[in-house]
């Protein structure tokens, strides 16, 4: 079945440094993509999106990559804040008509002082 | 301001009494969707309404209803609770698909 799926379920960063998140995806008709932060007790919040007619997008502090050979999508984040300490998620919408908004395991994001 | 609401927010119930809870938003948003959240296992789809009178079954509907009677309320309902759907339960909504989606903040339910 399609899926989206992260390669790893921690990530570590020193503060000041960039982050780096990935996310691939399995489902070749996708055509629009999101990345959510959840901090602790609350629910997702939208970062950044890219559409599959793009290959990246930026916004504050945060870049979204997308390679669509490979199916793989990043977020980058620069100058790493403690705030920034979360889960994320990489979310698509299962294209071809489908009307489903999948998301990915997440990676907790850790910022060390 | 934006957003969805719902409640409650913390629940503990006993196995096979029913529930529900609400979900709400001031979006005028069409699209609606309820996902539940396991520990490794992400966001999962319960399910979702394109519109008023419109749902259909996500990824995991077994064991929940949902009804759309009104554009802004997505109520979940649990006939018969069991332990299994102990979880976290999110609500969501969007002006169509493709576009992004808002959260609410969240229920934790436990069911013993």
């Known amino acids: 079945g399609e899926s989206v799926g992260l390669h790893l379920p921690t990530l570590s960063v020193q503060e000041g440094d960039n982050s780096i998140i990935n996310c691939a995806y399995s489902n070749s008709a996708s055509d629009y993509f999101i990345w959510y932060k959840q901090e602790s007790g609350k629910g997702p919040q939208f970062i950044i999106d890219i559409r599959s007619n793009m290959d990246k997008r930026q916004g504050q502090r945060v870049t979204v990559l997308l390679n669509k050979t490979v199916k793989h999508l990043s977020l980058q984040i620069a100058a790493t804040q403690p705030g920034d300490s979360a889960v994320y998620f990489c979310a698509e919408w299962v294209g071809g008509g489908g009307n489903k908004l999948t998301f990915g395991t997440g990676t907790q994001l850790k910022v060390e002082l | 301001e934006a957003q969805v609401t719902q409640n409650p927010r913390y629940l503990i119930t006993v196995t096979g009494k029913k529930l529900t809870v609400t979900c709400s938003q001031n979006m005028n948003h069409e699209y609606m969707s309820w996902y539940r959240q396991d520990p490794g296992l992400g966001l999962r789809q319960i399910y979702y309404?394109?519109?008023?009178?419109?749902?259909d079954k996500g990824d995991v509907p077994e064991g929940y209803k949902v009804s759309r009677k009104e554009k802004r309320n997505f109520p979940l309902i649990l006939e018969s609770p069991s332990p299994n759907q102990t979880s976290l339960y999110f609500c969501?909504?969007?002006?169509?698909?493709?576009?992004?989606?808002?959260f609410g903040q969240g229920t934790r339910l436990t069911v013993v």
């Open positions: 309404s394109m519109n008023v009178e419109v749902t």
């Open positions: 969501a909504s969007s002006d169509r698909r493709n576009t992004e989606a808002f």
